[in-house]
């Protein structure tokens, strides 16, 4: 295909991906950070921020995925060159995000503590009064977080992926350095840590819409208290985010119960599936950083009517992620070895976490890209129905059930984990291939 011809061009692409590759490193980078200075504080705090925000993310994850159904409708409005639409969609997205977490947060706050007996059963009364505290101030962050990412989404889907960078640099910037105040010179525990939390959130909220205002963009939103609801518009936006929530949600649902299992095999192995799961995480997320930018490039090329060239980014965007992720697959195996020594890992658990790294190095080039990169343009299409059914099936067949049955039965502790995430990332891939090869994905209609 002519390049010259093509919605976004090479400097096009490197504009919006690289910045969204870079902020989804910084975001897990800081996430760490973040954790690594709550633990100074004591174990009963540490408990307490691993176990709430494993409710945290459940909750963020749906607001992210409503998000991006936001950046799939204002995107196809784009390709359109319906401004006014994509505007009115942009306006339509931040009310909903905005009545839905407000919502959230009322039952969250209102439901805390039996919520938290619920979900963790019986856990030492320190770590519970904790998980409290920690939980009152970050349900209160829900709406200023929403608002963020539909800000951000709304900025992405007119191809502008730097300006929500800038602002979540600040902003992981002022969590560290009050995370640094209120724990170590205030002494404030995990409420120092929540507040800096829900500060942090609070700014980014405000200034991506303060930007938001600004008549340079192409979806400029102003008076958000004359904002009213429309039906037809938050149905779109629904019916793209809520297939694509219950699908992050379900993978969220897998991890607590893998996190269950890997809990009965022992110190040595808890403690290497826990740094093997951030070093997988650190050497795939350049390519999540890839896929949301093709929800973007996708969605303007089915607004504009250029299925072709829908199909065209699909592979190209799915093949500049396998070279990234082979190189960062290779560059964290390299750094496993330093990494383990530099945590302190006992012995034991540093070997085996070498060990699941090489498997992980191996295999994961092979077969992650497929699995996921071309289900973000499918997804971009309005295919998400397709997407939620075959992620949640694959994840709970091979991830959740096939890891239970191998460490259980056959007693192959955390490497049944890995084994489990390799058949499913195979499965997917060859159903996902199979569907965007079947061409069915370009017949969804999103927008009128």
Known sequence: MNEKNHLFSNHALKMLLIPLIVEQF??????TADSMMVSNVGSAAISAVSLVDSINILVI?????????????????????????????????LLAVASISVLVTAICLSFRTPLLRLVFGKVD??????SEIY????????????????????????????TPLRISVVANGLNIIGNAVLIFVFHMGVAGAAIATLGSRVFSSVVVLSFLRSPKNKIAVKDYWSIRPDGKQIGMIMKIGIPSGVENSM?????????????????????????????????????????????????????????DEAV???????????????????????????????????????????YMMGWITVIKPLVWTGAFIPAYGLRAAGDVKFSMIISCLTMWFCRVSLCIFLSRHFGMGPMAVWIGMFSDWTLRGIFFGARFHSRKWLEKKVIQ
């Open 125 to 130: 009364a320190e770590v519970m009064e904790a």
């Open 26 to 31: 910084l975001t897990s980078l800081m996430g």
């Open 61 to 93: 994850q749906a607001f992210a995925a409503l998000s991006a159904g936001g950046t799939i409708v204002c995107s196809q409005y784009i390709g359109q060159k319906n401004i006014e639409k994509a505007t009115e969609s942009a306006r339509q997205l």
């Open 251 to 307: 993978f969220q649902f897998g991890k607590l119960a893998i996190q269950s299992t890997v809990s009965t095999m022992g110190t040595v192995a808890i403690a290497a599936q826990a740094m093997t799961n951030i070093l997988e995480n650190l050497n795939g997320i350049a390519g999540i950083g890839i896929g949301i930018g093709l929800m973007t490039v996708v969605g303007e090329c089915m607004g504009a009517k250029r299925k």
């Open 135 to 162: 939980f009152f101030f970050t349900a209160l962050s829900f709406p200023f977080i929403a608002l963020y990412n539909a800000g951000a989404s709304v900025y992405r889907a007119q191809g502008d992926s730097a």
């Open 312 to 354: 065209y980014y699909v592979k190209k965007l799915t093949l500049i992620a396998e070279v990234v992720v082979t190189v960062c697959c290779l560059g964290i195996f390299l750094l496993t070895k330093p990494i383990t020594i530099l945590g302190g890992m006992e012995p034991e658990s540093a070997s085996l976490c070498l």
